[in-house]
């Protein structure tokens, strides 16, 4: 099983910006697609951003413009740039792996909380 480790998580003001790292223990980039999810308390894990083995890219409604992310397979690391951070941007982000009919592995998580 691929092991997902997330960094980068932390407390910043509204309006600032934080990036997010996914470290894969091998090489899974060019098998998986990879994408960040976040939970807030009560409510269900949804899809925030996801790219897929060719670089394609689809983000949620409400991060498109502010968020973006990226790959670099020679690191294995996915990455989850936000600006412009909003106070409902506050969850838990995890970074999944999925090869097309739902989620293979899941990272740990990492807390994001955004102050107003």
């Known amino acids: 099983q691929v092991q997902l480790v997330e960094s980068g998580g932390g407390l910043v003001q509204a309006g600032g910006s934080l990036r997010l790292s996914c470290a894969a223990s091998?090489?899974?980039?060019?098998?998986?697609?990879m994408g960040w999810y976040r939970q807030a308390p009560g409510k269900q894990r949804d899809l925030v951003a996801r790219?897929?083995?060719?670089?394609?890219?689809n983000y949620a409604v409400s991060v498109k413009g502010r968020f973006t992310i990226s790959k670099d397979n020679a690191e294995n690391t996915v990455y989850l740039q936000m600006n412009s951070l909003k106070s409902e941007d506050t969850a838990v982000y995890y970074c999944?792996?999925?090869?097309?009919?739902?989620?293979?592995?899941w990272g740990q998580g990492t807390q994001v909380t955004v102050s107003s």
């Open positions: 999944g792996a999925d090869r097309g009919y739902g989620i293979d592995s």
């Open positions: 790219i897929t083995l060719g670089g394609s890219t």
């Open positions: 091998r090489r899974i980039l060019s098998v998986y697609n």
